[in-house]
């Protein structure tokens, strides 16, 4: 599995440096939790780092394949999320510290390279939606039969009426024979 590392080889030694990217690889966990199949790797993150003197900031966007679950139809579907990226990343241990200027992520690097399949993760399970939806005009479950609607009809009949509301009914049936 490769990590969605970036090189700051370019970059790293120099204040006010910056460098146009484009990384591809794998999220640290792609499964994500209730969701169906999770993000299916690898996931592309492109975008701009720049060496502020305190650390790097990184403002980029992923774009990742996901597999999920229809919530009225359960069917499996795929994809595809567009998650921006806006994270400052400071070399050396992590230390508890507030969020800095920009209310941006804090993170912490060691060595040459930053690790930002953790990041990515993150903004991917946020952005995905809380009803997924195979299609907008999804009909759903039979609630009677539970068939597919969207396969082919069920020949179920609806008439349970709360029975707060059998009057209303039976002035809609005088209705109808008046006309």
């Not at 440096?17 to 966990?29: A, P, W, Y």
């Not at 299916?40 to 492109?46: D, L």
């Not at 209310?103 to 903004?123: A, H, K, P, T």
């Amino acid at each position: 599995m490769a990590l969605i590392e970036l090189e700051l080889n370019d970059i790293n030694d120099h204040v006010g440096d910056s460098m146009e990217f484009e990384v591809s690889g794998d999220v640290s966990d792609p499964q994500l939790p209730g969701i169906g199949q999770g993000v299916i790797n690898p996931v592309t993150v492109k975008g701009v780092a720049i060496n502020s003197g305190d650390g790097i900031l990184v403002e980029a966007t992923a774009d990742a394949k996901v597999g999920l679950i229809c919530s009225r139809c359960l069917e499996d579907f795929q994809t595809r999320l567009s998650v921006p990226i806006s994270c400052e990343y400071r070399k050396g241990e992590a230390v508890e510290e507030s969020r800095p200027e920009g209310g941006r992520e804090l993170s912490w690097y060691q060595g040459d390279s930053i690790d930002l399949s953790g990041e990515v993760r993150d903004q991917l399970l946020l952005e995905v939606p809380m009803k997924p939806l195979c299609d907008e005009k999804c009909r759903g479950l039979c609630s009677q039969c539970g068939i597919n609607l969207n396969h082919q009809g069920c020949e179920c009949v609806f008439d349970d009426i709360d029975d707060r509301l059998a009057p209303l009914k039976t002035l809609l049936k005088e209705g109808e024979q008046e006309e």
